[in-house]
């Protein structure tokens, strides 16, 4: 069996396969399906400072070869995290990692450092695809001053590895990875959704209530492995690649462009089990062609 086991910083992963914040709950779902034990590591869904709602219905709508969603981070804030959750997890061996969301930058920071008191979570991944609610409703990772400023205010309150996942509805997301890096980030993950919409031409409107969404699935790869390329050849840091990725053959193919690690989302509504296949999938092909580790081929791709 090929070394699957690396390294995202200081953030030590068994094998390079993880889920995606937003498809796999709180992992504690999947526990029927999935030895998670078994899993590089688990990212849970989107935790905020304070409860959210949500959007309203509906807010999820199959594409072509995708879906679109517009959930809106519903979830029950980060002290129902602490004290409910994490204590039900905490005792699975694999590398547990909060997806942090906000609103304001105080928001993201307050948020994290709550998280940085639980030793069994040893690294938050910022959402930061989120709206600025200071700054008319743009998100945060589409300029490069949005972006800096979360990350530089939770790198103060936050102390262990810090992961940022990037959005892809910028010109240039070289130059945003960038500031990142140059707020204090240890890693970046990528790509978040693309934004997108669908149309019910029976009903004459929009699906989504909110008319537009979060486009995932097979048909943003392309774009995925593209924007991994550019972030490799930009940065330093270690990469988390994500967008598409539904075999052991997707995520070869983000190792190849330069991604340490990578993220499965949309296809755990698909297959539960798709996670222990991609990370089998991958030793078979090392085994296959040779390869004594994994790390072997992370960046080969030119």
Not at 79 to 92: G, V
Not at 205 to 230: D, N
Request: with cysteine; charged share 20%; aromatic share 4%.
């Amino acid at each position: 069996m090929a070394q699957l086991n690396v390294n995202i910083g200081a953030l030590a992963l068994k094998n390079p396969v993880m889920t995606a914040s937003g498809t796999f709950g709180y992992g504690l779902e999947f526990q029927d399906f999935v030895p998670l034990h078994q899993l590089g590591g688990i990212i849970v869904k989107g935790t905020t400072l304070k409860p959210r709602e949500g959007n309203d219905y509906p807010r999820m709508a199959e594409t072509p070869m995708g879906m679109l969603n517009c959930v809106g981070l519903q979830n029950k804030g980060v002290d129902y995290f602490c004290q409910h959750i994490y204590p039900q997890l905490k005792h699975i061996d694999t590398a547990w990692v909060v997806n942090v969301s906000g609103s304001t930058v105080d928001d993201y920071a307050e948020c994290a450092a709550r998280i940085d008191a639980l030793e069994r979570v040893p690294a938050i991944e910022l959402n930061i695809s989120c709206p600025n609610v200071s700054a008319g409703g743009m998100a945060f990772g589409v300029t490069c001053q949005g972006a800096e400023s979360v990350v530089r205010a939770v790198r103060q309150r936050y102390h262990k590895t810090l992961i940022v996942k990037l959005s892809p509805n910028v010109t240039d997301i070289a130059e945003i990875a960038r500031a990142v890096e140059a707020a204090g980030a240890d890693a970046v993950s990528l790509i978040n959704t693309l934004m997108g919409t669908a149309v019910d031409i029976e009903k004459r409107r929009r699906v989504l209530s909110i008319g537009t969404g979060g486009l995932s699935g097979p048909c943003v790869k392309p774009i995925a492995l593209r924007m991994v390329l550019q972030v490799r050849k930009a940065i330093a840091l270690p990469i988390i690649g994500l967008g598409g990725i539904m075999t052991a053959t997707d995520a070869l193919e983000f190792l190849m462009c330069g991604a340490s690690a990578i993220e499965i989302g949309t296809a755990n509504f698909i297959d539960p089990t798709v996670t222990i296949k991609v990370r089998d999938g991958i030793n078979q092909w090392l085994d296959a062609h040779g390869v004594a580790s994994v790390q072997d081929i992370v960046g080969v791709i030119k």
